[in-house]
C-alpha cells in the first residue's frame, strides 16, 4: 500500500523552536520559515509547540482553500 504523500502540515524545521504549519508551495504560514524537505504531519492543531501565529492564520488559510 502506498501511502498518499502529505503536502501541507505541521513541520519542524532544522533551526526553529516551534513547528510551524507549512503550505503546499512550501512557505509558512507564518511567512517566517520555507523548506519543501521538512516530514509533515497533518492534525495536533493546538499543540503547545505551534508557532502562534501560524496558529492564529490557519482557519484563514483553511477556509480559503474551499
Known sequence: MVE?????GWGFPSNSKKAH????????LCRK???FRVPLEQG???S???CVAC???LPKHR???K
Do not use: L, Q, T
Request: aromatic content about 10%; overall charge neutral.
Open 4 to 8: 498518499a504523500k502529505i503536502v501541507e
Open 21 to 28: 504549519y507549512f503550505k503546499a508551495d512550501g512557505r509558512s
Open 33 to 35: 520559515w520555507g523548506s
Open 44 to 46: 495536533n492543531d493546538e
Open 48 to 50: 503547545p509547540d505551534n
Open 55 to 57: 496558529m492564529r492564520d
Open 63 to 65: 477556509k480559503s482553500k
